[in-house]
Every structure is written in structure tokens, then in C-alpha cells.
């Protein structure tokens, strides 16, 4: 999940805490698991650095694809 960047720490570590909650509960996991989806709670710096490593794959991708936005 993301968040706007004005978000502030204290509700982006208690959605994140709240998140990784969920995410323990064996429906939650199986719900998402049938839609396609693997349940992968992280802490708030692996989140960031996931994030980071991401767009840095993709906008690499996008470039060496010369794909242009219309």
C-alpha cells in the first residue's frame, strides 16, 4: 500500500502496523492468494527500499523500451 508523501510517520507506521496485522490473518492471506496476490507484510524501511529498487527497474525498463507517453 502507498501513501501520499505528506502522509505523516505516526499514520504511516500504524497503517503499516495495521497492514502487517491483516496480512497475518489466514483468510486475508488465502482471499488475496485467489485473486493473484502473495501476502508480503515488510517494515516501513524494506517498504521504502522496495519501492526505490522498483522504480528504478521499471524507469530503466520504460527508457530502454523508448516508449514515449501520449
Given amino acids: 500500500m502507498l501513501a501520499p508523501a505528506a502522509t505523516p510517520k505516526d499514520v504511516i507506521a500504524k497503517l503499516n502496523a495495521d497492514f502487517t496485522r491483516a496480512l497475518a490473518e489466514r483468510d486475508v492471506a488465502a482471499a488475496l492468494e ?8 515488510m517494515s516501513l524501511h524494506d517498504s521504502a527500499q522496495f519501492v526505490a529498487r522498483e522504480a528504478e ?11 514515449k507517453a501520449e
Avoid: Q
Avoid at 485467489?34 to 507484510?41: D, I, L, S, V
Avoid at 521499471?58 to 523508448?66: A, I, T
Fill in 34 to 41: 485467489k485473486m493473484g496476490f502473495e501476502a508480503a507484510p
Fill in 57 to 67: 527497474k521499471w524507469s530503466r525498463s520504460v527508457k530502454l523500451s523508448g516508449a
